[in-house]
């Protein structure tokens, strides 16, 4: 009897040794996560265009994309013969103003696919709460045309997720789940990777990835994407987002990397 339950008690310690030794085991890798805003109701314009210009330049990763115009426009600069986004958002959709326009290419960014570009945008209310979106939108009008943003913008937006999530306004975030396929449409990977004939070609197809890469390195790669990048997809380089470290639970890290090592 005693035998026994020795025999137990060591499969139960080496099986939770083992859990943790591979937890240990995964990379922590630093990731610059966009600070939460907090205003008051007479909150300024330049204000808002300065949380806007940090996020746009550092955490909210804009420049990866909209930096150089190569993957996605440029909106600190004059297009054709227009001028910097401020002052050309008005005139991109008939009936739409400025404010609104930007707004939603932010969390609706499939609705504006600018012709020449690829449909790489992410909702960004998926990683940023109302107060960050309405920042940025403060500081690109500030470019090369007036800012309407103000404090109601941020009320109605504090209000309406009160409405609809219970008083939890804000940034959304991820289900505890680990299912992998419903961690690829939370994290929307498949925007800018393909699996089963969907998605983008962005990034490397998810089809296949086990044949190509070890679970280290799709784990790596999850993880810290600028770490390497695979040939064919330099001009896609700072693309992919830095901080699923800090947005996954190593649980569900192992699940993606399990899902996609059995890709082959």
């Not at 995964?26 to 996560?33: A, G, H, K, N």
């Not at 470019?143 to 306004?169: C, K």
Request: proline share 6%; with cysteine; net charge negative.
């Amino acid at each position: 009897m005693w035998g026994t339950n020795l025999r137990i008690l060591a499969v139960v310690l080496g099986t939770i040794g083992l859990y943790t030794l591979l937890a240990n085991a995964i990379p922590q890798i630093e990731s610059e996560v966009p600070e939460e805003l907090s205003f008051t109701g007479d909150v300024s314009p330049e204000q808002l265009i300065e949380a806007g210009q940090e996020l746009y330049e550092g955490a909210g990763g804009c420049t990866a994309c909209h930096g150089l115009g190569t993957r996605a426009p440029n909106l600190l600069l004059a297009e054709a013969d227009q001028g910097p986004i401020g002052a050309r958002c008005g005139e991109r959709v008939p009936g739409e103003d400025c404010k609104a326009y930007l707004h939603r290419s932010m969390v609706e960014p499939q609705a504006y696919v600018v012709e020449g570009f690829q449909p790489i945008m992410p909702d960004v209310s998926r990683t940023l709460s109302d107060a960050q979106i309405w920042s940025l939108i403060a500081y690109l009008q500030s470019q090369g045309g007036e800012v309407t943003v103000t404090a109601a913008d941020l009320q109605a937006s504090e209000d309406a997720g009160q409405d609809t999530a219970g008083g939890a306004a804000g940034a959304a975030t991820g289900s505890a789940t680990t299912d992998p396929i419903q961690l690829l449409a939370e994290m929307q990977c498949i925007a800018c990777h393909r699996l089963g004939g969907e998605g983008q070609e962005v990034g490397p197809p998810f089809d296949g990835m086990g044949s190509r890469l070890s679970p280290e390195e799709i784990r790596t790669a999850i993880l810290d994407p600028a770490a390497s990048i695979s040939a064919g997809y330099e001009q896609f380089a700072g693309v992919m987002p830095p901080n699923f470290g800090s947005r996954l639970t190593a649980a569900q890290l192992e699940a993606l990397v399990g899902f996609l090592a059995a890709r082959e």
